[in-house]
Each structure stands twice: as C-alpha cells, then as structure tokens.
C-alpha cells in the first residue's frame, strides 16, 4: 500500500482521479492517489466531505480483489474500516467503527470511508477507496465533526499519519487476502458505535433499537421491540440524538 503514490496539490475528488488512473495499464494494486484539496469530495449519500485545505489526508486508494465474490464485498468495508480505526485509536487513544465505515470518536465523526467497486460478472476486478481522515483541522461547519488534532490537543505530522494508515490497510488487506475473514467479521463486530445500546434510527420515521451485529451481506441487525430486523444502508440511518448518544 502506497509504494506508489500519484500527489496532486488539489483536485475534484480522489476517487473520480483514480478511475482515471485505473484506465492506464501500468497502474497496480495499492496505488494512491493523494490531495492537499479536494474541492467535490462526497461521502454515503453524496454528501459533502468538510475538508480545510493542507489540513487533512484525503485520498484513494486502487485494490484489486479478484479473489473476492461479489456476496461478500462488504469484506472491503470491514477491513479498511478496521485499518483507519486501528490508525485513529493509535494517535487519540479509541475509536470506534459506525456503521458501515464512519470513524468516531466520543460519538463524533472524525473519518469516512467510500468504496466504489467495478464488477466482471460476479467478480471484484477493481475497488477504490476513498478515505477522509480528519488530522489537523479544528473548526468545522458541521457539530459532529471533529479531528485528531481537536481530540488530542495537539499537531500531528500529517506524513506519519498517513504512514501508520498504509502499515495497518496493508496488514488487514492481507488478512482477507489470507481468508482469515471471520476474525475480520467478529473485530469488525465488537468495534461497533451503539453495539448492544438502545439508540435512536431513522427508517419512515424514528424510532429506538438496540444494535446486534451486521450480517455476511453488511446489513445492520436491529433489535426493535424485541425482534431483530435487517436493514440495508439505504433503508436506515443512525439519528443525530443516536449518534451523540442522547435518550
């Protein structure tokens, strides 16, 4: 991960840069692609990625997992949602994975992950992942932002950040390269924001549910009135009151 990196000083948006990319054929497994300003990043939903210029990592990331059926693609969101938690956690101390592939701290944004994959059939030719780290930023438009710097009180050195986040995607990558998916699922698992807590959901209206797990598929299982549900990501959304875990 990251031996070879394309660096733009500002650019629309990673991810649509690494498309282009992935049409040149001398282009390999583990390329980056790396701004100082991304001027259209999106996230879930197409929403708004909040970054302040030279402050933050914002990049992508180009894998192929031929190895990997197209039933079980979530793999991509667990691994690399392990592998920027592990990084947070390292510079602020904790973290914790909100589904699907959000990186909070005490309940607040700090990263945000989005994975576009190219299809062959039923097979995973090429992934791009396109992650938001909040490093050194400290005022942001939205309340439930926040980054390491905010969190820790202090500067960090935005190429040892980026150092420690290529190590740990590199090491689970390799886990699900080596099948070793079940530790990544039960990892992945009890990492979750709200795991086994009444918090507050949106679906036609809001209502309270207790988190039990995500399926195979990355659906969230939802105990709501005393029965498990299974929702898909555009079927549900953590509420604002959840997230900051108010009753």
């Not at 740990?168 to 886990?175: A, D, G, T, V």
């Not at 990544?184 to 036609?204: Q, R, T």
Request: hydrophobic share 35%; aromatic share 8%.
């Amino acid at each position: 991960m990251g031996k070879k990196v394309i660096y733009v000083p500002t650019c629309h948006s990673t991810n649509l840069l690494a498309e282009q990319v992935l049409a040149d054929k001398g282009n390999y497994e583990g390329t980056v692609v790396i701004t100082d300003h991304q001027t259209m990043g999106r996230g879930q939903f197409d929403r708004e990625w909040e970054t302040e210029p030279g402050k933050n990592l914002t990049l992508s990331v180009i894998l192929k997992p031929s190895f990997l059926h197209l039933e079980s693609q979530f793999l991509l969101n667990m691994f690399s949602s392990l592998a920027v938690k592990k990084t947070v956690s390292f510079f602020a101390g904790y973290s914790e994975i909100k589904w699907p592939n959000d990186i909070l701290i005490n309940n607040r944004k700090i990263s945000g992950i989005l994975i576009k994959n190219v299809l062959k059939g039923k097979t995973i030719t090429n992934s791009i992942l396109g992650i938001g780290l909040n490093v050194n930023q400290e005022k942001f438009t939205n309340e439930n932002a926040a980054s390491l710097r905010g969190m820790t009180r202090k500067q960090h050195d935005l190429s040892v950040v980026f150092s420690s986040l290529m190590e740990n995607l590199e090491s689970y990558y390799l886990k699900l390269r080596e099948s070793k998916c079940k530790a990544l699922e039960n990892e992945y698992h009890n990492s979750l924001f709200g795991l086994e807590k009444e918090i507050h959901f949106e679906s036609e209206g809001e209502f309270k549910g207790i988190i039990k797990g995500v399926d195979k598929k990355g659906q969230l299982i939802v105990e709501v009135s005393g029965k498990n549900q299974k929702f898909n990501l555009n079927q549900i959304k953590i509420h604002s009151k959840g997230w900051l875990g108010e009753k």
